[in-house]
């Protein structure tokens, strides 16, 4: 049914929806840390080729081409670049939400 955009989709709800909620409830924090983010979101772009890269030429694992657009781009299939993006922007958020929090309720290790 949804054939070659199934990944795609998937990453969109998924992790796309994970960001969009953190920012949703806390634009207002989170919208000072816009840069450091986005920052870390390009890190993630730029580590996946050498990452999955290799991950995918040592035949660690494979994706189904019946559920991808099954084109790499240097390496890795290009939604992966997308979910690598997202995901970086998503876990930057929450430590930067997690540590925020942390302090804002004086707990201490």
């Not at 840069?35 to 189904?64: C, H, M, N």
Request: charged letters at 15%; glycine letters at 8%.
């Amino acid at each position: 049914m949804l054939g070659n955009y199934l990944y795609l989709i998937t990453i969109i709800i998924v992790a796309g929806g994970t960001v969009f909620i953190e920012w949703l409830i806390e634009f207002n924090y989170l919208k000072k840390y816009t840069k450091q983010i986005l920052f870390l979101g390009v890190v993630g772009l730029l580590i996946t080729p050498f990452l999955e890269g290799s991950a995918l030429k040592a035949k660690d694992y494979s994706y189904f081409p019946e559920t991808t657009f099954n084109k790499l781009f240097l390496g890795a299939e290009v939604e992966t670049y997308l979910f690598s993006f997202l995901v970086s922007i998503a876990i930057s958020s929450a430590v930067i939400l997690g540590t925020h929090i942390s302090k804002s309720k004086n707990i201490k290790k």
